[in-house]
T-cell receptor
Framework: NAGVTQTPKFQVLKTGQSMTLQCAQDMNHEYMSWYRQDPGMGLRLIHYSVGAGITDQGEVPNGYNVSRSTTEDFPLRLLSAAPSQTSVYFC????????????FGPGTRLLVL | AQKITQTQPGMFVQEKEAVTLDCTYDTSDPSYGLFWYKQPSSGEMIFLIYQGSYDQQNATEGRYSLNFQKARKSANLVISASQLGDSAMYFCAMPGYVGTASKLTFGTGTRLQVTL
């Protein structure tokens, strides 16, 4: 049982490049979400999904896309990277929406030059 | 809107001593919960302990316990018998909703350093 996995662990991009951050969980959790962590701002919700085929925006969705074709995978796409997207990105999952413990992946550290 | 406040940016504790990390919260929800997460230097967020507002007894998980005082709106984490491996950032968090999205509202964290 690997829990929540994320790849890559670290990535450097140039402004304007696109990339996909991968997230997978093997706990059969319905609810998955993406956060970004910035100094002094805590963790902010980017996008979330309540099940396969269903996604919605969180607090800071601009510049990011998500899809959920399977229960296990929830990739986050940066469409055209900007320096403001330099951050640490966490994927989280829980059995269902609301109140349940959210298990976090190890994070992806992204630097946009 | 919910708010989590952690007023201790950094704390030091000697190995084998107990330490209390403070967390106060503000919410208008009649039913709520509080989480504590640990973030070591490697960066992952590790779930430590959870307590719901209607739980009768303070939650405990091994060396971690939650000193929950609803009247004071505080949910302090107590770590007993500190170990060097406890050195990390600690975040208090409260689940809530942004529109229909379930999210955790985090405090700014406390960096704990365990010394010999």
């Amino acid at each position: 049982n690997a829990g929540v996995t994320q790849t890559p662990k670290f990535q450097v991009l140039k402004t304007g490049q696109s990339m996909t951050l991968q997230c997978a969980q093997d706990m059969n959790h319905e609810y998955m979400s993406w956060y970004r962590q910035d100094p002094g701002m805590g963790l902010r919700l980017i996008h979330y999904s309540v099940g396969a085929g269903i996604t919605d925006q969180g607090e800071v969705p601009n510049g990011y896309n998500v899809s959920r074709s399977t229960t296990e995978d929830f990739p986050l796409r940066l469409l055209s990277a900007a320096p403001s997207q330099t951050s640490v990105y966490f994927c989280a999952s829980s059995y269902e929406r609301g109140g349940e413990t959210q298990y976090f992946g190890p994070g992806t550290r992204l630097l946009v030059l | 809107a919910q708010k989590i406040t952690q007023t201790q940016p950094g704390m030091f504790v000697q190995e084998k001593e107990a330490v209390t990390l403070d967390c106060t919260y503000d919410t208008s929800d009649p039913s709520y919960g509080l989480f504590w997460y640990k973030q070591p230097s490697s960066g992952e967020m590790i779930f430590l302990i959870y307590q719901g507002s209607y739980d009768q007894q303070n939650a405990t998980e091994g060396r971690y316990s939650l000193n929950f005082q609803k009247a004071r709106k505080s949910a302090n984490l107590v770590i007993s018998a500190s170990q060097l491996g406890d050195s990390a950032m600690y975040f208090c968090a409260m689940p809530g909703y942004v529109g229909t999205a379930s999210k955790l509202t985090f405090g700014t964290g406390t960096r704990l350093q365990v010394t010999l």
